[in-house]
């Protein structure tokens, strides 16, 4: 696609309910990351995945967070037994191949409200 | 650990005028450098990007870098209101790194 695509742009759970959000990225970009941006705060990594490669998960903030990736496909990041504390916009981005002349490209995000 | 530390402002300027965003890094093998901008309940969006020493300019935009003293800015000339935004600054790091390394984010205010 034209752009990085993420889906639903809003979501409110109930505390104790997983969710899962998707990333769709730009067609042909082989890394993908995932971020978490708390009002007012900044950019939170979670995790990247690169081609086939193993992802580099030292972001995840507990083991209720998990992702998966297929190939250079889209992603899908679960949270599992939501917390208000997991109330925050879930950003994806995508960028073409691993060297120095690209940064990221993002997508509009998922705006996550736990109540 | 590698750092990217930016003043989180907010920087107002009176539209017109040029306004100075400042970042500095603190991993010496850092190559590229990227500064975002993102406005209010929006995502980042890349507006420039700067490999070598010295200037980079676009448009209004001038990146700057210097990799001596570790230090990136972003100079916007005649500032408008539109142009109000958090700035982003980021860098990446040498050969097998893959992951940006973000600043907090700059706020800039630029009044009519």
Same mark, same amino acid.
């Given at each position: 696609g034209a752009g990085v695509s993420q889906s639903p742009s809003n979501k409110v759970t109930e505390k104790g309910k997983d969710?899962? /959000? %998707?990333?769709?990225?730009?067609?042909?970009?082989?890394? /993908? &990351?995932? &971020? %978490?941006?708390r009002l007012g705060q900044g950019l939170e990594f979670l995790i990247y995945f690169q081609g086939n490669s193993a992802p580099d998960k030292s972001g995840l903030p507990s083991d209720r967070f998990s992702a998966e990736r297929t190939g250079e496909s889209v992603s899908t990041l679960t949270i599992q037994r939501t917390q208000q504390e997991d109330s925050a916009v879930y950003l994806c981005a995508s960028r073409p191949i691993p060297t120095e002349a690209y940064g990221y490209t993002f997508g509009s995000g998922t705006r996550l409200t736990v109540v | 650990q590698k750092e990217v530390e930016q003043n989180s402002g907010p920087l107002s300027v009176p539209e017109g005028a040029i306004a100075s965003l400042n970042c500095?890094? *603190? !991993?010496?093998?850092s190559q590229s450098f990227f500064w @975002?901008? #993102?406005? *209010?309940?929006?995502?980042?969006?890349? +507006?420039?990007s700067i490999y070598s020493n010295g200037d980079k300019e676009d448009g209004r935009f001038t990146a #700057?870098?210097?990799?001596? *003293? #570790? @230090?990136v800015s972003l100079? +916007?000339? !005649?500032? #408008?209101? *539109? !142009?109000?935004?958090t700035y982003l600054c980021a860098a990446l790091s040498g050969a097998g790194s893959y992951q940006l390394t973000f600043g907090k984010g700059t706020k800039l205010s630029v009044i009519p």
């Open positions: 969710v899962e /959000l %998707r990333c769709d990225p730009i067609s042909g970009h082989t890394a /993908l &990351y995932w &971020y %978490r941006q | 500095t890094y *603190s !991993d010496r093998g @975002y901008r #993102q406005y *209010s309940g929006k995502s980042p969006e890349l +507006i420039m #700057q870098l210097n990799k001596a *003293s #570790q @230090y100079l +916007i000339r !005649d500032s #408008q209101p *539109s !142009d109000s935004a």
